[in-house]
Each structure stands twice: as C-alpha cells, then as structure tokens.
C-alpha cells in the first residue's frame, strides 16, 4: 500500500513570496489533515478535510494560507505572502477513520520542509 | 497552560537501558492516548494507543494511563540504538474528534 506523498521535500523562499505544497493521500482515506510542526515542536492541526469539505480550519491563518482538496483526493497548501515565522515542516496526514482509534491512527508524510529568509 | 506537556529532553541512556517517556495532560475528558515516533525527517508514525485507564504491552513497549493524576507514559525495555527518535504523546477526546500532540520528547539509545 502506497504512503502519503508530499511534494516538495524542501521549499527556500524570501518573506512575502509564496509557496504551494501538495498531498496525496493513502488510497480511500477520506479525511486529510495538513499540520505545521515548528522545530522543537509537535504537530498544530491547520486544516481537517473530510472527503472534499472543511472540518476544522480554526488554527489556519486565513490571511495568508489557503488550502484546498478538489474532488476528495489530492490536497494543495498554499502560503501567500510568507513571513519568517511560516518556517516549519508542513506535514500532510491520512486517516480512514475507522476502527476503534477512528481519526486518532493518522499516516503521515516525509513533510515539506519551508524556510523562509 | 498547555493542555498537554512533555519534557522535550534530550534523553539520552545507553543501549538495553530501560526508558521512562512521560506527558501529563489537563483535560479530563481526553479518552484516548497515543505515542507516536518520529525519525529525523520522517513523518511520525503511530506506535501504541491506549483507550481510557490502564496497561497495554507490545513487544517491548509498554504503555500506561493514570486518569486520576491526568499522566501517561512509554516504557521501552532493552533499547536499542534504532528506537533513537522523537516520542510525541498525542490524545484526544472522542473518536472523530482533533487530536492535540505534546511537543515530543528526544530519544539518543547510545551502543
């Protein structure tokens, strides 16, 4: 079974550019999550994706991120404009939702690593 | 205050040491508890969950959950140099509900 892909493995950019990741979920999982994991930090949950609808965007910052998943599978983050402080790991994440754990079994990607100068 | 903390280490113990990884948390209503490891530059991975109170052994991992004193741990008998990594508690309160991650604690097994 294929993991999660993510896509790029690394992304330097100047503050006030912007910058698209992209995910590829574990075939049939139908909720997606992408996390900003700072270094020295664990995972914050930016955006929770349940087949094509948004579950939880509460911790996006929706002036400058935006993210979408067209048709239920694929998932696009974007940054614009980039400031120092979005430098991180973006993480995507999968989950079927089912069995006992339900959403709390996630498959996680490689991450995209963001540094912004 | 946080609603998890975890000492983010580093720790670091010879290799067939017995490791003590632990995270207390505030909210009471959190139901299910997890650890997840995560290698350098890697995604984390999930290794055990546990459902309400108690032990759950696998292998040499052992996880435990004391709800009356809002504290977990991570028992890994006779390390080894690959258990090396970053250990993430994670909890949450519902089955479909967000899971909120503690900030990891790092992991060196020296041979």
């Known amino acids: 079974e294929a993991g999660v892909a993510q896509s790029p493995r690394y992304k330097i950019i100047e503050k006030r550019q912007s910058v698209a990741f992209w995910c590829n979920p574990i075939?049939?999982?139908?909720?997606l999550y992408w996390y900003q994991q700072i270094l020295g930090q664990g995972p914050k949950l930016l955006i929770q994706?349940?087949?094509?609808?948004?579950?939880?965007d509460s911790q996006l910052p929706k002036d400058r991120f935006s993210a979408e998943r067209l048709k239920g599978v694929d998932s696009t983050l974007k940054i614009q404009p980039a400031k120092l402080e979005d430098s991180a790991v973006y993480l995507c994440?999968?989950?079927?939702?089912?069995?006992?754990?339900?959403?709390?079994?996630?498959?996680f990607g490689e991450g995209s690593r963001l540094t912004v100068l | 205050q946080k609603e998890v903390e975890q000492d983010p280490g580093p720790l670091s113990v010879p290799e067939g040491a017995i490791v003590s990884l632990n995270c207390t948390y505030s909210?009471?209503?959190?139901?299910?508890f997890m650890w997840y490891r995560q290698y350098s530059r890697k995604g984390p991975e999930l290794l055990m969950y546990?459902?309400?109170?108690g032990n759950k052994e696998d292998g040499r991992f052992t996880a435990q959950v004391d709800k009356s004193s809002k504290y977990i741990s991570l028992f890994i008998r006779d390390s080894q140099p690959s258990d090396s990594a970053t250990y993430l508690c994670?909890?949450?309160?519902?089955?479909?509900?967000?899971?909120?991650f503690g900030s990891g604690t790092r992991l060196s097994i020296r041979p």
């Open positions: 994440a999968s989950s079927s939702g089912q069995g006992m754990l339900g959403t709390g079994e996630l498959f």
């Open positions: 075939s049939g999982h139908a909720t």
């Open positions: 994706f349940q087949n094509n609808g948004v579950v939880d």
């Open positions: 909210n009471s209503a959190f139901q299910y």
């Open positions: 546990t459902y309400s109170s």
């Open positions: 994670a909890m949450k309160n519902s089955s479909a509900s967000k899971i909120i």
